[in-house]
């Protein structure tokens, strides 16, 4: 399995609604990563975990909390979004091997009404 | 400080056209790697390749192909005889010795292959 799954590929949620983005691999990567991704713009690091800690938190809005229950898996619990909020959100995965890559899920697209 | 400058926003080409697209990069680290993702409409990020700082040697992969120069800081990815399914966003991306979680990403460009 060489893949990064995400559901669900697509969410529409009000702005007092509380929702849930999942991930998952089982390449055995050591690191986890959730990007956001804006129209027309570059992905942007959110978070980063390594080896099921929170190792990075690009300064993202606390509405938006990750969670990593095991090495397998991520999660993005959303909680109180806007709607500038809606975007294409990617998560990634990379083994212990520096540079190796990056293996990017397709993405869940959000959108805030 | 770290950046990724995709100077090309969009190109257009005619199905077969050969089309380079640039990219140019700054870093202080000595050691770094360098990626270019396809993003297709679809929204994944594809892996197309990675080289470190210290492999300067090009890479050809079937009709894509890689140059990388230290010297101008730049690392160019040409697709020979294009073709429709050639048409996504391309990214080129930097990572860095003291941050390696964080891939630094160019703005992209966009290729559109008209048949």
């Known amino acids: 399995d060489t893949e990064v799954t995400q559901t669900p590929k697509h969410l529409v949620m009000g702005m007092t609604n509380k929702k849930s983005l999942k991930c998952e691999q089982h390449?055995?990567?050591?690191?986890m990563y959730w990007y956001k991704q804006k129209a027309k713009k570059p992905p942007e690091l959110m978070f980063v975990?390594?080896?099921?800690?929170l190792s990075i938190n690009e300064s993202v809005p606390s509405r938006f909390s990750p969670e990593c229950p095991n090495s397998s898996l991520l999660n993005l619990h959303l909680h109180a979004l806007q709607p500038e909020d809606s975007a294409l959100y990617l998560c990634?995965?990379?083994?212990?091997?520096w540079g190796h890559g990056y293996t990017f899920g397709s993405g869940t697209r959000l959108t805030v009404v | 400080a770290q950046k990724v400058t995709q100077a090309q926003t969009e190109i257009s080409v005619v199905e077969k056209e050969d089309v380079t697209l640039d990219c140019v990069y700054e870093?202080?680290?000595?050691?770094?790697?360098l990626f270019w993702y396809k993003q297709p409409p679809s929204g994944e990020l594809v892996f197309l390749i990675r080289?470190?700082?210290?492999?300067?040697q090009n890479e050809i992969s079937g009709r894509y192909s890689w140059n990388f120069q230290k010297s101008t800081s730049s690392f160019n990815f040409t697709i020979t005889a294009s073709q429709v399914v050639d048409s996504a966003v391309y990214f080129c991306?930097?990572?860095?010795?003291?941050?390696?979680?964080?891939?630094?990403f160019g703005t992209g460009t966009r290729l559109q292959v008209f048949p």
């Open positions: 080289r470190n700082s210290f492999d300067e």
């Open positions: 975990y390594s080896y099921e800690k």
């Open positions: 390449m055995g990567h050591r690191a």
């Open positions: 990634a995965s990379s083994q212990e091997d």
């Open positions: 991306a930097l990572s860095e010795t003291h941050n390696t979680d964080k891939l630094i």
């Open positions: 870093t202080r680290d000595t050691t770094y790697y």
